[in-house]
């Protein structure tokens, strides 16, 4: 299978370590009744000020080489792999300028986390899953899913604590590194088995 992979909030924990830093800097100026978690971005999300967002940058890029990441993420990559799926890392990574590129890069390797292929800057996912023929993508965030879904791309929606759920056909909603794993296994079988149907017939 060709399977895509996002990296914030998929591959690092990188979601709620920019979020705690929201939450503690600017606590005076957020209410809950005005938080927007359809929203991939953190300034929209937390309807962070212009003026603020520099900071809010200067954060996003420390945490390339700060946060975690995912628990058993570069266990579970080396097994798809071992498997025979190719990886492709489908990432919005890069919008803000190649540092952040040259550093998710550094970083990757630094964890050893290695793919067929990096797509950096893909703030519009759907064209890339096309032209790759994915058979699946991995992505949070829900404007990114939403939008792969109804243009009949199949997703794994990765849900965290504050995730807003994607409710489409094409979407399915994963917790943890091992459930993917299980669960592409257990597609590549239906392909096959499909496959086999109409060779048998």
């Not at 929201?22 to 978690?37: G, H, P, S, T």
Request: proline share 1%; hydrophobic share 35%.
């Amino acid at each position: 299978m060709k399977v895509g992979i996002d990296l914030d909030g998929v591959v690092f924990n990188s979601e709620n370590y920019i979020s705690a830093f929201v939450e503690l800097k600017y606590m005076d100026q957020i209410r809950d009744d005005e938080l927007n978690f359809k929203s991939n971005s953190t300034k929209n999300r937390y309807h962070i000020s212009s003026a603020n967002f520099e900071e809010l940058l200067k954060v996003y890029e420390s945490s390339i080489m700060k946060c975690p990441l995912m628990p058993y993420v570069k266990e579970a990559i080396d097994f798809l792999k071992s498997c025979g799926h190719r990886l492709y890392i489908i990432t919005a990574r890069g919008k803000y300028g190649e540092k952040h590129i040259a550093l998710t890069k550094k970083r990757l390797k630094k964890e050893k986390i290695e793919v067929d292929e990096y797509h950096f800057a893909q703030t519009e996912k759907t064209s890339i899953c096309k032209s790759l023929n994915l058979d699946l993508m991995i992505d949070d965030g829900y404007e990114v899913v939403s939008g792969l879904s109804k243009n009949g791309i199949k997703c794994f929606q990765f849900i965290s604590d504050r995730t807003e759920k994607v409710r489409h056909k094409n979407v399915e909603y994963v917790y943890n590194w091992g459930e993917i794993c299980r669960k592409v296994e257990e597609k590549k079988k239906e392909i096959v088995e499909e496959k086999n149907k109409y060779v048998n017939a």
